[in-house]
């Protein structure tokens, strides 16, 4: 998974063809931490689209602009807009996570 540093990073990244995943996530967050084991697995099944993390601690005015407080949270964008957002501060499981993704495939 690609980190994203600062808003312009992901104002450039957003605006790629393809499908972006955008995964706001701190380092402090424990529902985040819990993830982490799985992502790699989920990234390879879903090969097909650009995983990218934002710390959202690091962004902050980037994640009031999109309004995500709660974490870990995912934002999805295709050729440039925004397609589809899982964003609460509830602790998400493997299942949801894939699901979530098959949706928007």
């Known amino acids: 998974m690609k980190k994203i540093n600062n808003q312009e990073e992901f104002l450039e990244v957003s605006k790629q063809e393809g499908t972006q995943v955008f995964l706001f996530t701190t380092k402090w967050c424990g529902d985040c931490i819990y993830i982490k084991p799985f992502l ?39 050729d440039g807009k925004e ?21 928007i495939k």
């Open 40 to 78: 790699p697995s989920i990234e390879s099944e879903f090969d097909q689209f650009n995983f990218y993390e934002v710390d959202r601690d690091e962004c902050m005015d980037l994640a009031r602009e999109m309004d995500i407080m709660g974490i870990p949270s995912f934002v999805c964008y295709r």
């Open 83 to 103: 397609i589809s957002r899982f964003v609460s501060s509830l602790r998400k499981t493997k299942e949801e996570i894939v699901d979530f993704l098959n949706e």
